[in-house]
C-alpha cells in the first residue's frame, strides 16, 4: 500500500469530507494493485456503518471546476476508472459519471456510453489491443458491480414497508387520504375507473414530491407503473375473471385494508390464479420470441460512415395520436420538395397527416446486413457502427413478457358506458342488465341470433353441463391450457346479434321488414340469468333451412331481463399473442408490394399496449428480417432500383432462408447432433440446442452426455 492511499484511508475515516485532486490522482495511487486496494477498502468502509455511503467527496479539476458527490457515488465511479490506473491515462471531470436512479435504470446504455466515447479514443490513440482491454475491464467491472450488489442488497434494495406507509400517512394528509379510499360498490365500472385513474394518478405525484417514503425508489425509477401504484395502494376496484371479464364483485377497500368478506376472498382468489396461469402459459412464449427476433436480427447494424444509401422508396406513416408521434421522433421525413427533414418534438402539426418516411426497410445499403444513417434517423445516435438487430426483443418483446409477469396490476378494464340508442328503444339499462320495457307493439319486433350458437346453448342446458352458467367457447389459441379452460366462469358471449322491425306500409298495405345490427361489441353482451331458464330459452325459435334463431319480444314479460352487460378486460397477454401471430403466421408470404400497412400495424399495436419510451426504429428489424425478393426470397429486394417487388415472408423462413450464420445457431443444423450415430441423418428430431427455444437445460445436458459416451470422450 503506497503512502497517497493509507493518507487517503487516514483521512477518510478521521473527517466526513475527503478532497481529491484529480490532476494528481492517478500518479499518487500508482499501481493497479493499489487502485484494486482502494477500491476494496472503501466498500468495507462502507459496509462497516452504512451511513458512511452518504459522506461528502470533494472532486478537484481545475481552479473553477469543483464538484461534490457521495462516497458511495464516489466509489460507483472508481469502478468505471480502473483503465485509467492500468494505463495511467489522466483523469478530468469529464469522466465521472452521475450515478442516480437514472443512471441505474440505464445501466448498460451507460457502460456502453462510457466505453465508447471515454475508453475507446484513447486505446485507439495509445494503439493498445482493444479486444484485451476491453475483455479485462468489462469482466472486472461487472464483477465489482455485482459484488457489491449482493452487498448492499440486504440493506438497500427496495421493499414494501408497513412501518413506514404508517409513517407516511402520519406526515401527508393526502396520502393517508388515498390509502384508505372506500369504493362505491353500486358504481358502474366506468365511474370506478374515472375514480380511480384520478386519484391513483394523484398517489402516484403525491409518492414522487414526498421522496421520503419506501414507495418512492419503485415510482422513480419506473419499476412500479401508475396503475400498479394505484391498485395496491388506493384501491383494487372492479376485479376481473379468469376468462377476461369484468366481475360484478367490487372489492371496495384498499388493499392494505386485507379482504373485507367472502366475495373479496373469491375475487381475489381469481386473480391470483390468473396470474400464475399467464407466467407459466406466455413467459415461456415470449423467451421463444426474443430468441428468434434476436437471430433473424443478427447481422442488423447503422453503417455510420454511410451518411445516405440514394433510396428512392419510403414508408407511408399515418401519425394517427401523440403515441404515433412519439414514435417517429428523429426520424427522417421526405417534404414535398423531396428534401429531408428530421421530425423533431416541436411538429406536433404532423398528429393527423400521413408522412413519407425514411425506413430501414428499404434502405439501399449495399452490403447485406446494413442499413445507412439517414434510413435509420438519429433515435440513437452513435459514431460507431451500432447493432440493431435485437432492438425488437429488448426494447418490445421482453417489455411485454415483465407485464405479463405483473398481470395481477397490470389489469385494466376496456369499458364504456352502453349508449345504443336504438336498443335503449327497447330496453331498461338497469346498471349492467339490460330489461324490456313495456311496448306497445312487441309482436312487431324479433330478435335474430346465430341458430348454431342457440343450438349450443340448448344442448348444454339439457345436459346440465354448468349451473345456469355457461363456459365460453372462443379460445384464444388451438393449445388453450387446461387450467384456463376450467376456470372460466363468463356466460358464453353472443354473436350474430341482429332485431328486425316489422311494419305496414299505408299506402301499398305490403309488410316491411327492417333490421338493425347494435353497433357495439357484441362480445360484451350476454344472455342473463333468467333467459338461460328453461322456459324462457324454448322462447327462441329455430327456423328451418335458415342458420337463424328468432326470439319475438311478445312472447316475453315486460321486465325480464334478456341481456347481461359484461365488460371486457384489455391485458398484455393479448398483445403477446398477436406479436406471436405475426412472427409465426401459417402464410408463407403476405404484404405484396406494400410495406407500409404491415408497419402501421405493428405501430398501433404497441400504441395500445401503452408501452413507454419506445421508437418506430425498435419495430422495423422485425420486418426488415422478413422483407424479400418474391422471386428468390433468400434475397432481399433491391431498392438501389426505381421499381421493386416485395413480399413479407414468415418468420422462421425469414431465419432458414436468410444468412446461413442465422439458419446454424437457430436449430437447422444443429438439430442433428442429438446423437453422434444419427449425423448424417437429416430431420431426425429435437436437437441439443432446442433448449433455448422449447425444452430444458436438463435435456441439453442428456443430448450432451449422450454424445460424449458414443465418441467415448467420457
Given at each position: 500500500?503506497?503512502?497517497?492511499?493509507?493518507?487517503?484511508?487516514?483521512?477518510?475515516?478521521q473527517?466526513?469530507?475527503?478532497?481529491?485532486?484529480?490532476?494528481?490522482?492517478?500518479?499518487?495511487?500508482?499501481?493497479?494493485?493499489?487502485?484494486?486496494?482502494?477500491?476494496?477498502?472503501?466498500?468495507?468502509?462502507?459496509?462497516?456503518?452504512?451511513?458512511?455511503?452518504?459522506?461528502?467527496?470533494?472532486?478537484?479539476?481545475?481552479?473553477?471546476?469543483?464538484?461534490?458527490?457521495?462516497?458511495?457515488?464516489?466509489?460507483?465511479?472508481?469502478?468505471?476508472?480502473?483503465?485509467?490506473?492500468?494505463?495511467?491515462?489522466?483523469?478530468?471531470m469529464t469522466?465521472?459519471?452521475?450515478?442516480?436512479h437514472?443512471?441505474?435504470?440505464?445501466?448498460?446504455?451507460?457502460?456502453?456510453?462510457?466505453?465508447?466515447?471515454?475508453?475507446?479514443?484513447?486505446?485507439?490513440?495509445?494503439?493498445?489491443?482493444?479486444?484485451?482491454?476491453?475483455?479485462?475491464?468489462?469482466?472486472?467491472?461487472?464483477?465489482?458491480?455485482?459484488?457489491?450488489?449482493?452487498?448492499?442488497?440486504?440493506?438497500s434494495?427496495?421493499?414494501?414497508?408497513?412501518?413506514?406507509?404508517?409513517?407516511?400517512?402520519k406526515?401527508?394528509?393526502?396520502?393517508?387520504?388515498?390509502?384508505?379510499?372506500?369504493?362505491?360498490?353500486?358504481?358502474?365500472?366506468?365511474?370506478?375507473?374515472?375514480?380511480?385513474?384520478?386519484r391513483?394518478?394523484?398517489?402516484?405525484?403525491?409518492?414522487?414530491?414526498?421522496?421520503?417514503?419506501?414507495?418512492?425508489?419503485?415510482?422513480?425509477?419506473?419499476?412500479?407503473?401508475?396503475?400498479?401504484?394505484?391498485?395496491?395502494?388506493?384501491?383494487?376496484?372492479?376485479?376481473?375473471?379468469?376468462?377476461?371479464?369484468?366481475?360484478?364483485?367490487?372489492?371496495?377497500?384498499?388493499?392494505?385494508?386485507?379482504?373485507?368478506?367472502?366475495?373479496?376472498?373469491?375475487?381475489?382468489?381469481?386473480?391470483?390464479?390468473?396470474?400464475?396461469?399467464?407466467?407459466?402459459?406466455?413467459?415461456?412464449?415470449?423467451?421463444?420470441?426474443?430468441?428468434?427476433?434476436?437471430?433473424?436480427?443478427?447481422?442488423?447494424?447503422?453503417?455510420?460512415?454511410?451518411?445516405?444509401?440514394?433510396?428512392?422508396?419510403?414508408?407511408?406513416?399515418?401519425?394517427?395520436?401523440?403515441?404515433?408521434?412519439?414514435?417517429?421522433?428523429?426520424?427522417?421525413?421526405?417534404?414535398?420538395?423531396?428534401k429531408?427533414?428530421?421530425?423533431?418534438?416541436?411538429?406536433?402539426?404532423?398528429?393527423?397527416?400521413?408522412?413519407?418516411?425514411?425506413?430501414?426497410?428499404t434502405?439501399?445499403?449495399?452490403?447485406?446486413?446494413?442499413?445507412?444513417k439517414?434510413?435509420?434517423?438519429?433515435?440513437?445516435?452513435?459514431?460507431?457502427?451500432?447493432?440493431?438487430?435485437?432492438a425488437?426483443?429488448?426494447?418490445?418483446?421482453?417489455?411485454?413478457?415483465?407485464?405479463?409477469?405483473?398481470?395481477?396490476?397490470?389489469?385494466?378494464?376496456?369499458?364504456?358506458?352502453?349508449?345504443?340508442?336504438?336498443?335503449?328503444?327497447?330496453?331498461?339499462?338497469?346498471?349492467?342488465?339490460?330489461?324490456?320495457?313495456?311496448?306497445?307493439?312487441?309482436e312487431?319486433?324479433?330478435?335474430?341470433?346465430?341458430?348454431?350458437?342457440?343450438?349450443?346453448?340448448?344442448?348444454?342446458?339439457?345436459?346440465?353441463?354448468?349451473?345456469?352458467?355457461?363456459?365460453?367457447?372462443?379460445?384464444?389459441?388451438?393449445?388453450?391450457?387446461?387450467?384456463?379452460?376450467?376456470?372460466?366462469?363468463?356466460?358464453?358471449?353472443?354473436?350474430?346479434?341482429?332485431?328486425?322491425t316489422?311494419?305496414?306500409?299505408p299506402?301499398?298495405?305490403e309488410?316491411?321488414?327492417?333490421?338493425?345490427?347494435?353497433?357495439?361489441?357484441?362480445?360484451?353482451?350476454?344472455?342473463?340469468?333468467?333467459?338461460?331458464?328453461?322456459?324462457?330459452?324454448?322462447?327462441?325459435?329455430?327456423l328451418?333451412?335458415?342458420?337463424?334463431?328468432?326470439?319475438?319480444?311478445?312472447?316475453?314479460?315486460?321486465?325480464?331481463?334478456?341481456?347481461?352487460?359484461?365488460?371486457?378486460?384489455?391485458?398484455?397477454?393479448?398483445?403477446?399473442?398477436?406479436?406471436?401471430q405475426?412472427?409465426?403466421?401459417?402464410?408463407?408470404?403476405?404484404?405484396?408490394?406494400?410495406?407500409?400497412?404491415?408497419?402501421?400495424?405493428?405501430?398501433?399495436?404497441?400504441?395500445?399496449?401503452?408501452?413507454?419510451?419506445?421508437e418506430?426504429i425498435?419495430?422495423?428489424?422485425?420486418?426488415?428480417?422478413?422483407?424479400?425478393?418474391?422471386?428468390?426470397?433468400?434475397?432481399?429486394?433491391?431498392?438501389?432500383?426505381?421499381?421493386?417487388?416485395?413480399?413479407?415472408?414468415?418468420?422462421?423462413?425469414?431465419?432458414?432462408?436468410?444468412?446461413?450464420?442465422?439458419?446454424?445457431?437457430?436449430?437447422?443444423?444443429?438439430?442433428?447432433?442429438?446423437?453422434?450415430?444419427?449425423?448424417?441423418?437429416?430431420?431426425?428430431?429435437?436437437?441439443?440446442?432446442?433448449?433455448?427455444?422449447?425444452?430444458?437445460?436438463?435435456?441439453?445436458?442428456?443430448?450432451m452426455?449422450?454424445?460424449?459416451?458414443?465418441?467415448?470422450?467420457?
Amino acid at each position: 500500500m503506497n503512502l497517497y492511499t493509507r493518507d487517503f484511508i487516514y483521512t477518510l475515516k478521521q473527517n466526513e469530507e475527503i478532497e481529491i485532486d484529480l490532476n494528481t490522482f492517478v500518479d499518487q495511487i500508482g499501481t493497479s494493485k493499489d487502485y484494486a486496494l482502494l477500491c476494496e477498502f472503501i466498500e468495507n468502509y462502507i459496509l462497516d456503518d452504512y451511513s458512511r455511503a452518504r459522506d461528502k467527496v470533494i472532486l478537484h479539476g481545475s481552479k473553477k471546476d469543483i464538484r461534490r458527490i457521495t462516497l458511495f457515488q464516489f466509489l460507483y465511479n472508481l469502478y468505471f476508472l480502473e483503465f485509467n490506473f492500468v494505463y495511467n491515462v489522466p483523469i478530468d471531470m469529464t469522466w465521472f459519471r452521475d450515478v442516480d436512479h437514472k443512471f441505474f435504470k440505464n445501466q448498460n446504455a451507460q457502460i456502453e456510453l462510457f466505453m465508447r466515447y471515454k475508453v475507446l479514443p484513447e486505446v485507439i490513440k495509445r494503439g493498445i489491443n482493444q479486444e484485451d482491454c476491453f475483455s479485462n475491464l468489462l469482466s472486472n467491472l461487472v464483477e465489482r458491480m455485482e459484488r457489491l450488489s449482493e452487498l448492499f442488497s440486504m440493506i438497500s434494495s427496495p421493499t414494501i414497508n408497513i412501518v413506514d406507509l404508517m409513517e407516511f400517512c402520519k406526515r401527508n394528509k393526502i396520502f393517508d387520504e388515498l390509502i384508505h379510499t372506500e369504493l362505491d360498490g353500486s358504481k358502474t365500472s366506468v365511474e370506478l375507473e374515472r375514480v380511480l385513474d384520478k386519484r391513483g394518478t394523484l398517489m402516484y405525484n403525491t409518492v414522487l414530491k414526498d421522496r421520503r417514503s419506501c414507495l418512492y425508489p419503485f415510482v422513480a425509477s419506473g419499476d412500479a407503473s401508475q396503475r400498479q401504484i394505484t391498485q395496491m395502494f388506493v384501491a383494487v376496484g372492479p376485479r376481473m375473471s379468469a376468462s377476461n371479464v369484468i366481475m360484478d364483485h367490487v372489492m371496495t377497500c384498499s388493499y392494505l385494508r386485507n379482504l373485507q368478506n367472502i366475495g373479496d376472498f373469491i375475487a381475489e382468489s381469481e386473480l391470483a390464479t390468473k396470474a400464475l396461469i399467464y407466467k407459466k402459459k406466455f413467459v415461456g412464449v415470449s423467451g421463444y420470441m426474443s430468441r428468434e427476433t434476436n437471430i433473424a436480427g443478427i447481422n442488423l447494424e447503422v453503417d455510420y460512415s454511410r451518411k445516405d444509401c440514394g433510396t428512392k422508396h419510403y414508408i407511408n406513416f399515418e401519425i394517427k395520436t401523440p403515441k404515433h408521434f412519439d414514435l417517429v421522433i428523429n426520424r427522417n421525413m421526405i417534404m414535398p420538395d423531396g428534401k429531408l427533414k428530421v421530425i423533431t418534438e416541436k411538429d406536433t402539426h404532423l398528429i393527423g397527416d400521413i408522412v413519407q418516411l425514411r425506413s430501414i426497410l428499404t434502405c439501399a445499403h449495399t452490403k447485406p446486413g446494413k442499413v445507412c444513417k439517414t434510413c435509420y434517423g438519429n433515435p440513437m445516435d452513435f459514431k460507431e457502427p451500432y447493432m440493431i438487430g435485437g432492438a425488437t426483443s429488448t426494447e418490445i418483446i421482453n417489455k411485454l413478457s415483465n407485464a405479463v409477469m405483473a398481470v395481477k396490476h397490470h389489469n385494466a378494464s376496456k369499458t364504456t358506458e352502453f349508449a345504443d340508442e336504438e336498443m335503449l328503444k327497447i330496453f331498461e339499462l338497469d346498471e349492467t342488465s339490460l330489461v324490456l320495457k313495456k311496448l306497445s307493439n312487441p309482436e312487431n319486433i324479433t330478435i335474430q341470433f346465430d341458430k348454431e350458437y342457440i343450438e349450443d346453448v340448448k344442448t348444454r342446458i339439457a345436459d346440465q353441463d354448468f349451473d345456469n352458467d355457461l363456459d365460453d367457447d372462443e379460445e384464444d389459441d388451438e393449445e388453450f391450457d387446461e387450467e384456463l379452460e376450467s376456470m372460466r366462469v363468463s356466460r358464453k358471449k353472443l354473436t350474430k346479434l341482429s332485431f328486425v322491425t316489422t311494419s305496414i306500409d299505408p299506402l301499398t298495405r305490403e309488410e316491411i321488414k327492417t333490421e338493425y345490427t347494435p353497433e357495439i361489441d357484441s362480445a360484451l353482451l350476454l344472455l342473463s340469468s333468467e333467459m338461460l331458464a328453461v322456459e324462457n330459452l324454448e322462447k327462441i325459435h329455430l327456423l328451418q333451412d335458415s342458420e337463424l334463431a328468432e326470439l319475438n319480444l311478445a312472447d316475453l314479460k315486460p321486465g325480464t331481463t334478456v341481456f347481461s352487460i359484461k365488460y371486457l378486460t384489455a391485458e398484455t397477454a393479448k398483445y403477446l399473442k398477436q406479436l406471436k401471430q405475426i412472427i409465426d403466421r401459417p402464410m408463407a408470404d403476405w404484404y405484396h408490394n406494400n410495406l407500409s400497412t404491415p408497419l402501421q400495424d405493428f405501430a398501433d399495436l404497441i400504441v395500445e399496449v401503452g408501452l413507454k419510451d419506445e421508437e418506430l426504429i425498435f419495430m422495423e428489424p422485425i420486418l426488415h428480417a422478413s422483407t424479400r425478393n418474391p422471386r428468390d426470397i433468400t434475397l432481399r429486394p433491391d431498392f438501389r432500383k426505381d421499381k421493386v417487388d416485395t413480399v413479407l415472408v414468415n418468420f422462421r423462413q425469414a431465419i432458414f432462408k436468410g444468412d446461413i450464420c442465422s439458419a446454424l445457431i437457430y436449430q437447422e443444423i444443429s438439430k442433428t447432433f442429438k446423437d453422434i450415430d444419427n449425423y448424417n441423418k437429416p430431420e431426425i428430431g429435437p436437437g441439443i440446442h432446442d433448449c433455448s427455444f422449447r425444452t430444458t437445460i436438463k435435456n441439453d445436458f442428456t443430448y450432451m452426455r449422450k454424445a460424449l459416451k458414443k465418441a467415448k470422450v467420457i
